[in-house]
């Protein structure tokens, strides 16, 4: 049932080392239906009730809406299906529904990836929306548009010809362009994207790919070499994080055994109802999942600081709705106490900064499981981080781009778009971020559900370069160039390659959508609140998990609100 590509990534049918290809195309929802069952065999823990995983009922047109071979929209259906069932396990535990039907809609999973542009203030939508007076500015130097600035994060290629290297500017990209050489009086003169790609391309010359890896490693930035799917495999990181399941969590069993966590007694009918989750999380990632979990029911505290960047464009979309946003200082005694009492108080907490960075500030694992054990009560720790839990390169710093790169998702792309091979061109939306999203929340209520029955307190681990080597896994398959080719005539999406930058990329997919097909119309797919903080009429992707009983689907109650909005509280729901 697969063509497997070529060693030289050079063959028609594949795409590239490590490659498996679909002989025949299979409709989406049918699609997703033999990906759950596959999903579901490989990960420990997850229910064997064919009633549950049967009665998914996943509906949506037959051809994906995401540009590309590899099945996004597909495995982000299905994840949101497997958040459903779990969440049904939940409800049964309480005693509120004996159903076993979720419904996940693939149209609305392929509108997923793209949730942080998938926003209408008042009739403003696309990149107008950072220019509203409502939305404040987190990062000065993208609201600046350098050029230079936004193709700090691309793609290129080192002097060894062939290999090229994912960049990626981070949250200071004036001092990552400084340690290629690039000053900011450079700002001045180079005013096109062109010329600034044309620019740092000269200077990424200049280092052989494993020179440029290890600068940006001294230097305390992220970065990768562009892998294929195979290469990645090939090395020791590769194989270390292929060791753990994509839905990787356990019950920490060297910590003393607390009873099972009773079970709410709410009104609220989602299944995370009286569940309290610490947000601790920047970009986009860590934050999805904390949205997932709050229209699930979950009272979500989210913990910035103000005197940090952040992502502004998640503001006003659905990454923020639901949740409780405050300002904190980890450098104040006041403040890091407030945060330790939210500890204190948490079911969940979800980290998603540099691996064991938040340990070495008194609130890591250890810590967390300390204060349940002094409670009496477990709790759940979820690591959220780019390369996983363990290996050489788990506590490096690392963002989707540099995901893709790393687990062969860009090469993928550059092989499909008919580059040479070994030249990368990044995905068309941050899809390894938000599924990733969905995978962490994915992982948090499965503990949820363990905590229930088994009692005990558990850590999980989910990683963006993992996630995307469960989407290029052989098991998996891409589609095959023809279906590439009817998804780009039905579209006609924009092209782009490896100079591309992600926010202007995913507003030209939004672009094609709206022209293309009417599902961008779909108010189904989409909730808009009044009155929100932003502006009078706030339009953003809904939910995604919907169950026959209304009252227990995922919803928000409370529209996005900005980074640091609220003041200090604790939580408010019964424990």
Known sequence: MEVTGSPSGSDEAGYGPGTSVDTSFTPVPEECRRLLRLFAEKTPGFTKNDALINGVQFEGDDLPIIPGPIKSQAITAVLHAMVGIVGLEILQ???LTTSTTTHVNTDHSGLYPATPALVTVDGTKGSAILNLPTVPQWDKD???NSPLVYRATAIYETADKGTWFQLHGSLD?????GVIGITKDKDAEIRT??????????????YRAREIEQLMVERGFSGSIVYSPKGWRDTEMGQRLARHPLINYAQQTYCPALPPAQLPKSEDKRPLAGIKVVELARIIAGTAAGALLASMGAEVIRV????LKDYTPAQPSSLMAGKTTIDLDLNDPADHARLMQLFEEADVILQGYRLRSLERRGFGLHAALELANKRGKGIIYVDENCYGPDGCYAERPGWQQVADAAAGSSYVMGQSFG???????LPSLPISDMSTGALTALTAMCAVRDRYVKGGSYHGHCALTGYDMATLNPDVRLYSRDVVQRIQDKYQFAPWSSDAHVAPLYYSILESWERADSFMKNEDFFVTFSDSVFGSKLRVLAPIVRYTDQESSARWTSPPVPFCH???RSFSSPS
């Open 93 to 95: 535990l309480r005693g």
């Open 142 to 144: 993208r609201q600046s």
């Open 173 to 177: 990209p004036w001092k990552l362009l």
């Open 419 to 425: 580059c040479p091979a070994g030249q990368g061109v």
């Open 566 to 568: 609220h003041k200090y």
């Open 193 to 206: 994207n062109d010329a600034a790609y044309a620019l740092i391309q000269e200077r990424v010359r200049t």
């Open 304 to 307: 910035n600081s103000s005197k």
